[in-house]
C-alpha cells in the first residue's frame, strides 16, 4: 500500500484495479479541512490521462513491475514486437501504448520495457505498459531546404523531415544528409550531431 501522499512523479499505482504512472503531483492543506493529493496520471494500459483526486490519509495499492532490456524487431499494423535477447522470447506492445516513443526507435535497437506483473487466469502474467527510450536520439534528416552559407548564428529556423518521418524545426544552417540530436520528450531540435 502507498500513503497518497507518496503519489511523487514517476510512482506507479493501482486505481480501480488498473496500473497508472503519476506525471504531476500536487498536494494542497485547506484551513482546518483535511489535506487532498491531486495527480495527473497516465492509465498505463490505455495511455489515456486523467486527473485524480485522493484524502492525503487513503491508501492506494501498489504495482508489481519490472523493467527488461528488449529488442526492437519491427512494428505491424497494431501491435510493435518486441524480443528478449536472452530468451529470444517475442513480446507484442499495443502501438497505442508507444505511439509517442516509437518513432525514435530504430529496427534492432534496444528499449526498456515496463511489466506489469499481475495474477491472471493462468497464475502470474506479465503485461507490457511502457517503454523507455533515452532523452536524445540522433537522427538523420531525411529532406529540408538547402543551408545557406554564413546563416550559422542566427535563431531562425526553417522545416525539415527525419528518417523517422516526424518533421521538427532547425537552424538554416543544416542541410539534408546532416545527423542531428533530438529531444525524444519534446521532439524539439536541440544541436547538430558531432
Known amino acids: 500500500m502507498i ?3 507518496d503519489l511523487k ?4 499505482f493501482l486505481s480501480n484495479g488498473k496500473p497508472y504512472r503519476v506525471i504531476k503531483y500536487t498536494h494542497t492543506k485547506m484551513g482546518r479541512g483535511g489535506a487532498t493529493v491531486r495527480v495527473t496520471a497516465k492509465d498505463l494500459v490505455t495511455g489515456a490521462i486523467e486527473d485524480k483526486t485522493f484524502s492525503s490519509n487513503v491508501k492506494v495499492d ?3 513491475t519490472s523493467k527488461r532490456k528488449l529488442q526492437f524487431l519491427y512494428k505491424m499494423q497494431q501491435n510493435a514486437v518486441f524480443m528478449d535477447p536472452k530468451t529470444y522470447e517475442q513480446v507484442e506492445i499495443p502501438l497505442t501504448i508507444i505511439k509517442d516513443e516509437l518513432p525514435y526507435i530504430k529496427e534492432g535497437n534496444d ?7 499481475f495474477g491472471g487466469a493462468q497464475g502470474k502474467e506479465d503485461r507490457p505498459l ?3 527510450i533515452p532523452p536524445k536520439a540522433t537522427l538523420l534528416i531525411a529532406d529540408t531546404s538547402p543551408g545557406i552559407k554564413g546563416n550559422s548564428a542566427t535563431n531562425m529556423y ?3 523531415t527525419l528518417e523517422n518521418a516526424l518533421s521538427v524545426k ?18 524539439e531540435y536541440v544541436e547538430r550531431a558531432k
Open 3 to 5: 500513503q497518497a501522499t
Open 9 to 12: 512523479n514517476g510512482t506507479t
Open 62 to 64: 501498489d504495482v508489481l
Open 111 to 117: 528499449a526498456n520495457v515496463l511489466f506489469w506483473s
Open 130 to 132: 511502457s517503454i523507455e
Open 158 to 160: 526553417k522545416p525539415a
Open 170 to 187: 532547425v537552424p538554416l544552417f543544416i542541410n539534408k544528409g546532416d545527423k542531428i540530436v533530438v529531444d525524444t520528450r519534446t521532439g
